[in-house]
């Protein structure tokens, strides 16, 4: 009896760990965010395709900070229509902090890596070239990668920008967190959000 209720208490204690782990986002001090304008810029992923209102990754990291989030995603762009906007939706607004989602349109519509990666690299130093900080949302998508997950890598190390390998990372397949193939739901977007802000804090 006692062994029965000692494994019960162990398994207790480790659906406990996970639920931390994956749905509780860390712990935010007082100050430990020192941005005062950040924006996410990207595609569908940032505009929170998918997802209820208000339950898009910038809009759930607003409440964990308790700081204004600016969405700056359009469904379906590219990294070339996205730099075509990058002046009026990021630099205009002199951001201190940029979280970016971008790519995987490129990947899907067959955009060449290194045509992708040119165009990253010029906005990723664009927005460093204001004093800004970079963080990307990195993917990898198994059997059709083309290098992409590589190429976010390389772009990191030659810009200096944080990198989060794989934003979609345990995501990406899970009925519960997904609310088609390519785009999360609710849940999902909060893993992404808890992702970000862990790359955010020192």
Known sequence: MMKKALLVLLAAVALFAGYRMVLAPPQVKEGSVPYTCIICFGD??????????????????????????????????????????????????????????????DLKNGVAKDTAFKNLEHIVESIQG???????????????????????KDLADQTGAVLIPNIFKDIMGNRKLMRDPIHPNGDGYRIMAQRFLEAMLP
Not at 132 to 151: E, M, Q, S
Request: charged fraction near 20%; glycine fraction near 14%.
């Open 130 to 152: 204001q004093g800004a900080r970079v963080i990307i949302g990195g993917l990898k998508f198994p059997l059709r990668d083309r290098g992409f997950a590589r190429g976010y």
């Open 44 to 105: 569908s992923l940032t505009f929170g395709t998918g997802a209820e209102a208000g339950m898009d990754y910038p809009s759930q990291l607003s409440k964990m900070i308790a700081k204004q989030v600016i969405n700056a995603g359009v469904p379906g762009d590219t990294t070339a229509r996205a730099l075509k906007r990058l002046q009026q939706d990021v630099l205009a607004r002199s951001p201190d902090l940029v979280l970016i989602t971008l790519g995987g349109n």
